[in-house]
């Protein structure tokens, strides 16, 4: 997703220490966010960290135990669903099935009084916008998934809310029409300029679509960030393990040198990584750090080619190796640290690590060490 400075917008949704318990279960805890006008804004988080529970209390269908949700810099407690300017588009898509498409559109707005050749160009025109128009005459039922996804979209957009919910609106379609999807809730949430605010817990849907991501575990949110930073640069153990594969160590501060830190652990022969914004490290510090497997590079033991003096290196030997076609996955085992995997694209032959029981060195940019925010939680992951 392109960057946007939707950040300098104004805030559209407040969300300020929100908690929601049921019964002797915290399902939504201590949750901030600041959602800016004009944002693809998701929340990914895994089943039952209370993503619907939070959109929920948004749309008012529920009320926080505790904590303030604010639209457009208005308190919402006490409003109900309809008096808010505020429109939810479901995984169930809840179309009327006995109306046609037109009809279906057309439903909230006759409700908000719409008439004559206004009604009908506000219908042509959302229909439009989802490729639909020559669907109008159709029901529901004589529809894909997909194109019945596209109706309780246009019909959600076509009241203009300033906010559209969405509640993992993709995940009744198939792998490939939901690509296909993604890409056309993009481009529509880009050319109407609604916010959006998107639920679902497939991590690469959220880093496609969003301008920024929320990680939500347990109820709570761990980071918050563009989709580059949360892959790249994860805060947390959970965003690491969640978002993609990660190589996790855990490790001992050895040396500090300005911004670097020096560690040793993992069966890392030099490891080293920049201290992030914020943080203050002493000599003898407990910490993880994390590598994702494509930033790794493979160089056979004994061969002519070793990496860049600086670089973070080991030896291993190499214990599992899958093709995936884009690229091949290699397991790499490190005697004194555990196994660490790497993926290479194959855009060239690696001559003989490629085999269970070769020994290999691997190596990596420390550039791409990232130091975890959480310290080690007795093997938990
Ligand atoms: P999913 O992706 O599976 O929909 P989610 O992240 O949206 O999950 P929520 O539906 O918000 O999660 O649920 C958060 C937690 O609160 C869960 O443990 C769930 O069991 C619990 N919960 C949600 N609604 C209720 C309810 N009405 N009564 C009791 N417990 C609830």
């Known amino acids: 997703a392109e960057r946007t400075p939707d950040t300098y917008a104004p805030v559209e949704v407040g969300i300020y220490g929100v ?22 804004f998701s929340v990914l988080g895994p089943s039952g960290c209370g993503k619907t529970t939070l959109l929920r209390m948004i749309a008012g269908f529920a009320d926080p135990d505790s904590g303030r949700i604010e639209l457009d810099g208005v308190d919402m407690v006490g409003v109900p669903p309809y008096r808010r300017d505020v429109n939810t588009v479901f995984q169930s898509y809840a179309l009327f099935p006995h109306m046609t498409v037109w009809d279906n559109v057309a439903y909230g707005l006759r409700r908000k009084r719409l008439r004559g050749a206004e009604l009908r160009r506000r219908v042509a025109e959302h229909l439009e916008l989802v490729q639909l128009a020559r669907f109008a005459k159709r029901r529901p039922t004589e529809l894909s998934g997909g194109q019945q996804q596209r109706v309780a979209i246009a019909r959600a957009l076509a009241a203009r809310p ?57 109820g709570r949110v761990e980071q918050v960030g563009y989709p580059e930073d949360v892959y790249e640069r994860p805060s947390t153990r959970f965003v690491a393990g969640f978002i993609g594969t990660s190589n996790i160590m855990d490790v001992k501060v050895s040396d500090m040198d300005g911004e670097w830190l020096e560690l040793t652990g993992g069966g890392v022969e030099r490891l080293r990584a920049v201290l992030p914004d914020g943080h203050s490290a002493r000599h003898g510090q407990q910490l993880s750090v994390t590598v994702r497997p494509e930033k790794l590079h493979l160089y056979d033991a004994d061969g002519e080619e070793q990496p860049p003096p600086g670089w ?28 660490l995997v790497a993926f290479v694209q194959n855009t060239r032959r690696i001559s003989d690590a490629g085999t269970p029981g070769q020994p290999v060195r691997m190596a990596w940019d420390p550039e791409f060490t990232v130091v975890l ?3 080690a939680r007795g093997g938990a992951e």
């Open 19 to 40: 908690t929601k318990c049921f019964s002797d279960q915290v399902a939504v805890d201590g949750i901030d966010l600041q959602v800016h006008e004009g944002e693809f």
């Open 162 to 218: 300033r906010l559209l919910l969405l509640d993992e609106p993709l995940g009744a379609l198939d792998a490939q029409l939901r690509k296909q999807m993604q890409i056309e809730l993009m481009q529509i949430q880009r050319e109407v300029g609604t916010t959006f605010l998107y639920v679902t817990h497939d991590q690469e849907e959220a880093l496609v679509l969003s301008h920024r991501v929320a990680v939500m575990n347990a």
């Open 312 to 339: 973070c290196s080991l030896a291993g030997t190499v214990a599992d190796v899958v093709y995936t076609g884009m690229s091949t996955q290699y397991v790499v085992d490190v005697p004194g640290g555990d196994s």
């Open 373 to 375: 925010d959480s310290p």
